[in-house]
């Protein structure tokens, strides 16, 4: 064990696809600031309603939605649409409880990973763990508002809030056998097609995974522990703008070097686009797949960038020059004022009407009295065509190909 002691777990659950996988991450990572985006800010106000809808049992509609408030340098308020999403997860919950009244129920929990991550004091918040003793099961419930798909399947962070669950609360209520224990990782990611869904292993397999973490946590304690790059461990690294590994790795999927990249500065040219013809069609489908790693990567080089700018440093054959104006709004206390103003020469041309979404509409009305009344008249535009992995559980869309293997099947079963 080691002595580090603090709230925040270093090898915490949230990183732990990151520090699994690249044992350099962990030294990478340190001493570097926290920068959270507006997408974090907002699913912190999502859980944190999530949190409280469950411990009183009350409806997220209950909620007032549009205050605003502040979550890490971002402006936030808990919206409809944050509502009508949570609803799912929240029957979900409530429906295992009414179906096996032994359940116990555990929100926002703090939970020890000491043993696996040999962090002294190391823990974790679990948003939901639930024990069914009866059936011997153990549920690990995550919500997920992101927009990039979560997969359940060998879950790493799940996986590790499952471990902790055990350790923490579980095992006395199966006296510390975890034969035949089935757990169930359960991903809720409403807000996009793909993401989320429900896994199941063993109480048996999960620790035995629990060897490899612990294995694996120790590999990022080494001083000199290598890095190792990749799309999963690297899309939200905070060393990733400067790190060396990931650069190569990146330039390496588009055919280029770091000599390429010397070349163009030394003689003033640009990067020739990849020679797509020599290309495997895996190869094409794999930078498809993971194209938000490396805008992310562009993204940081970016920050980076416009930090060092701001601070005096050196940005080479590049300046700094005032963006496309934001949208026009009054000033702070003027609003009456300019009311006043519009509706003497306007009238009431002054105020805009605006007929309520069908989304405001659903969560004001419930789903059934939507459905039978609002629905029939709600027109939803069908999605342009995207590639997702194969893994995704919608079926595919029928090629031009399909269709005419249809025809011909079709004139068959005529004859």
Same mark, same amino acid.
């Given at each position: 064990?080691?002595d580090?002691t603090?709230?925040?777990s270093i ?7 990151r520090w699994?996988?690249c ?5 990478a990572?340190?001493?570097l ?6 997408e974090?800010a907002?699913? !912190? +106000? ?6 409280l ?6 409806r997220? !509609?209950d909620?007032k939605?549009? %205050? ?7 402006n936030?308020c808990y919206n ?12 979900f919950?409530?429906?295992? %409880?009414a179906? =096996?009244p032994?359940a116990?129920? *555990? ?5 020890s990973?000491?043993r696996?991550?040999g962090?002294?004091g ?5 948003d939901v763990?639930?024990i069914?003793p ?5 549920i690990?419930f ?5 927009m990039?798909?979560v997969?359940p399947i060998e879950?790493?962070q ?8 055990w350790e923490? =609360?579980?095992?006395?209520y =199966?006296?510390g056998?975890p034969t035949?224990i089935?757990?169930? *990782?359960v991903?809720?990611?409403p807000r996009?097609p793909?993401g989320?869904?429900?896994w ?5 397999a *999960?620790?035995?995974?629990?060897e490899i973490i612990?294995?694996q946590a120790?590999a ?7 890095r190792?790059?990749?799309? /999963? ?11 060396? &590994?990931?650069?190569?790795?990146n330039l390496?999927q588009? $055919?280029?070097? =770091?000599?390429?990249?010397?070349d ?10 990849p020679?797509? $013809?020599?290309w495997? +069609?895996e190869?094409?489908?794999y930078?498809l797949?993971h194209? /938000? ?5 562009h993204?940081k080089?970016k920050?980076?960038a416009?930090?060092d700018?701001?601070?005096?440093d050196p940005?080479?054959f590049m300046?700094m020059v005032?963006?496309k ?8 206390n !003027?609003?009456? #004022?300019?009311?006043?103003?519009l +509706?003497d020469?306007?009238d009431d041309k002054a105020?805009?009407k605006k007929l309520? &979404?069908p ?5 004001a009305l419930?789903k059934k #009295?939507?459905?039978?009344?609002i629905?029939p008249?709600? +027109?939803v535009p ?9 893994t995704?559980p919608?079926?595919?869309? /029928? !090629?031009m190909?399909?269709k005419?293997?249809? *025809?011909?099947l079709?004139?068959?079963d005529?004859?």
């Amino acid at each position: 064990m080691t002595d580090e002691t603090q709230e925040h777990s270093i090898w915490s659950p949230s990183s732990s696809h990151r520090w699994r996988r690249c044992p350099g991450s962990i030294n990478a990572e340190r001493g570097l600031p926290d920068r959270v985006g507006v997408e974090a800010a907002e699913g !912190t +106000v999502f859980h944190d309603h999530a949190e409280l809808a469950l411990r009183l049992g009350i409806r997220p !509609t209950d909620f007032k939605t549009g %205050l605003m408030q502040s979550v890490s340098g971002h402006n936030v308020c808990y919206n409809d649409d944050m509502a009508m999403h949570m609803q799912g997860g929240l029957d979900f919950i409530h429906d295992i %409880l009414a179906r =096996f009244p032994d359940a116990i129920l *555990l929100v926002e929990q703090k939970v020890s990973i000491e043993r696996w991550t040999g962090e002294r004091g190391g823990k974790g918040t679990s948003d939901v763990c639930i024990i069914i003793p009866s059936i011997r099961q153990i549920i690990v419930f995550d919500w997920k508002y992101g927009m990039v798909p979560v997969s359940p399947i060998e879950n790493d962070q799940a996986t590790i809030y499952g471990l902790g669950c055990w350790e923490t =609360f579980a095992s006395k209520y =199966f006296d510390g056998d975890p034969t035949d224990i089935e757990v169930k *990782l359960v991903i809720w990611q409403p807000r996009i097609p793909g993401g989320g869904g429900s896994w199941g292993t063993t109480m048996e397999a *999960l620790l035995a995974e629990g060897e490899i973490i612990k294995a694996q946590a120790e590999a990022n304690r080494a001083p000199d522990a290598p890095r190792i790059a990749g799309t /999963k461990q690297c899309l939200y690294c905070k060393a990733s703008a400067k790190c060396a &590994t990931l650069a190569a790795f990146n330039l390496e999927q588009y $055919s280029l070097r =770091f000599e390429d990249i010397d070349d163009g500065i030394e003689w003033g040219i640009e990067p020739a686009e990849p020679d797509l $013809s020599t290309w495997t +069609v895996e190869r094409r489908s794999y930078i498809l797949l993971h194209w /938000k790693t490396f805008k992310r990567w562009h993204d940081k080089l970016k920050e980076e960038a416009m930090l060092d700018y701001a601070k005096g440093d050196p940005v080479p054959f590049m300046k700094m020059v005032p963006g496309k104006a934001g949208h026009r709004f009054y000033r702070e206390n !003027t609003v009456k #004022t300019v009311e006043k103003l519009l +509706v003497d020469m306007l009238d009431d041309k002054a105020h805009e009407k605006k007929l309520i &979404t069908p989304a405001v509409a659903q969560t004001a009305l419930g789903k059934k #009295t939507y459905d039978q009344v609002i629905k029939p008249y709600v +027109v939803v535009p069908e999605g342009k065509p995207i590639l997702v992995p194969e893994t995704d559980p919608r079926p595919p869309m /029928k !090629t031009m190909g399909m269709k005419f293997d249809d *025809l011909f099947l079709d004139e068959t079963d005529d004859e």
